[in-house]
Structures are given as C-alpha cells and as structure tokens.
C-alpha cells in the first residue's frame, strides 16, 4: 500500500525558508513523478510544484516561481520542497502527491494527474 507521509512545516516568519520532506514506501518511488499542492485557511486545494520520476523536469506555479524547488532522492525515496523567501500568502496545508505517470508535463497542476496523496503538513508564514 502506498503511504505518503510530510514533514517539516511549522510557523516561521515572513522572509525566512523551510524544507519540507515527503517520505513514500509502497511504491516503486523512482518510477512516478510527484507533486506538491497546498491548501490555504478556506480556499481550494492549489498546485505548487511537480518533478518527473528521475528529476529532469520541473513545474511550478507562477506563485512560487523563483522562491520554491522542489527536488527528489530516489535512493531514499524522498522528495523535497525547498522553500524560500517566505511571504504570509503561503500560509497552508501542503500536501505531497504520487503522479499516475513518470513524467509530469505543464497541465499537470490539476489533482486529477495523481493517484496517492500525504495527509499534509501545516506551514504558517507570520508577517
């Protein structure tokens, strides 16, 4: 069974990073591509960011371009989002995700692309 499990988000301060982990057992990891979403405090679920299952290819949302990065391990099973210059606006819930496919293209910022999701983990930006 696939599991999903986040960690390293907490409350920080406007301009300052985190790193959030995303640890995946029950799959062949290095075969999907994954995914980064987020939910704000009474808004819709929104994509973030997503990497192909070896890392060539990227995409991000317009949001977090230039501040975010996310990145994988695959001999840990791990992928990453690299968070930086932090803005209150980030405030959320973020979720990790294991795409249905090994690659991810640019229309992949819709939830429907994934099959598995982490039950998330809370980041708060304080101004």
């Known amino acids: 069974q696939v599991q999903l499990v986040e960690s390293g988000g907490g409350l920080v301060q406007a301009g300052d990073s985190l790193r959030l982990s995303c640890a995946a ?3 062949t990891f290095s075969t ?3 995914g980064w979403f987020r939910q704000p405090p009474g808004k819709e679920r ?3 960011a997503c990497i192909s299952s070896h890392g060539g290819s990227t995409y991000y949302a317009e949001s977090v371009k230039g501040r975010f ?3 994988r391990d695959n001999a ?3 992928v990453y989002l690299q968070m930086n210059s ?3 606006e980030d405030t959320a819930v973020y979720f990790c995700a294991q795409a ?3 690659y991810v293209a640019s229309n992949y ?3 429907s692309h994934y099959a598995y999701w982490g039950q998330g983990t809370q980041v708060t930006v304080s101004s």
């Open 100 to 102: 249905r496919t090994s």
């Open 86 to 88: 932090l803005k209150p």
């Open 109 to 111: 910022y819709t939830s």
């Open 32 to 34: 999907y591509g994954m």
């Open 76 to 78: 840990k099973n791990v």
């Open 46 to 48: 929104e994509f973030v």
């Open 25 to 27: 057992s029950g799959v």
């Open 69 to 71: 990065t996310i990145s």
